[in-house]
């Protein structure tokens, strides 16, 4: 089989993750940029389409495989009851392929599912390495600056006839004091020849201090069976960081994320704190685009040629054209047409979309509307369940009552219509093109056409008022002093 193309990548991730403290949810499952610490791992798997792609679950397992099931479809998910160890799960993974008749000729990648940084091009160049050396297996090792917690990796002495192939993996907990004194570490990524596997996989004890399977253990095996078992030392050792705990989660997710901005800026996006921006996976843009501090792109998120958002905005799932700004906003499933402007301080929440050149200004929410282009939503306004036609412009601290405690209705605003200021209006209602509405009215029936939109108390002025009822204010005073003026000086 071509190194190209493993006969199968089994994928660990029955454990508990104690070291976690995690209560409900399972350690594999905790998100890193958009995606979880499991489904990073599977994603570099299947781009190396292996034949069979085998996560072992246990820990939790429903909430596993359910995630699996969505987000990873291809991936087959096998259970381990029990949680006896590493060599443990990688048998109960080829068990499993053997009951349906997988004889796994050919190399078998075995990978942890706690290592989120690991890149299919890293498994890729192990699976290579392995096949030129025609080794019977080989294990991904970095030289760390702490390697507590890590396995060890023992090398053949050197003069010896293997010089340089791996004798053996010690735990940390069962490793003598100068065996923890080596920096270079297991990162649990292998490659073995499949048909090896199985037959060291059935031979692994229980002889630690953990009383578990070590798949660690599979190395001694095999080199004892006269195999050679050769190391690829990692270029650098932060792609195969091990999560176990959440301030390792904290930290492979700064360097994700800073790998995640480095693509992105050689990419030609502008990111001016890279400190404070943060990227999912999925994450596109185009060039000349620029981030400003604060700034958190999730999901699906596309940022458009020269387009600007922050700073301080949270965009999911969301479209931004080209030339569009996008300033201290949350928008979620949005999409902001070229050149449109949102903010400072909108939300657009679930649906909206915005047309070329259109704006949604300071203080306005809108949800699952549609904007025309050129229209303009520019301050203090709610808009929900509507339509705004093309180059219409809502006036300040209008809404749509949309909802009237049971059913939502729909609002639709007419081509170049004039909303005017805290027009509050009563969904459903339908403002015709170019129609007009006056400031302050509460619209609860269609406008047509060209029409204006009145409805609203007739102003009544109380004259004097002020001069009965406040006499002695700073308000009466004033008055006066206005009244005299226009009325000319007060007789002496
Ligand atoms: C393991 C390695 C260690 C290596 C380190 C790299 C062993 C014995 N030790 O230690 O040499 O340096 O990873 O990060 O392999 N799992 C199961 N079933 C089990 C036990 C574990 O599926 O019964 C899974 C876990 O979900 C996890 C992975 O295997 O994803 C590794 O287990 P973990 O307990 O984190 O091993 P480490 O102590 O980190
Ligand atoms: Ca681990």
Redesign the pocket.
Known sequence: MSANSPAAVLV????E?TRMKSKALP??LHEVCGRSLLGHVVAAAEELTPQQLVV?I??LKELVAEHLKSAHPAARAVV?EQ???????ARVAVEALAADGVTLDGTVIVV????PLLTAATLRSLAEQHHAQGNGATVLTANVPDPT???RILRAAAGSADEGSVFG?V?HRDATAEQRAVTE????VYAFEGKLLIDALARIGTDNSQG?E???DAVEILREAGHRVGAVVAEDYRD?L?I?DRVQLAEARRLLNDRLLERAMRAGVTVVDPASTWIDVQVGYEPDAVLLPGTQLHGATHLGEASRVGPNSTLTDTVVGAGATVSNTTAERAEIGPGATVGPYAYLRGGVVLGAKGKVGTFVEIKKSTIGAGAKVPHLSYMGDATIGEGANIGAASVTCNWDGVNKYPTVIGKHARVGSDTMLVAPVTIGDGAYTAAGSVIDGDVPPGALGVSRAKQRNVEGWVARRRSGTASAEAAAAALGEAAGQPEA
């Open positions: 660990l991730a029955a454990g993750g350690k594999v072992v246990g820990h381990q949680q006896n160890g590493t060599g443990h799960a942890y599912g706690d290592t917690g890590y396995g993996i735990e570490i297991n990162s649990g578990e070590y798949l660690t195969i091990g176990n």
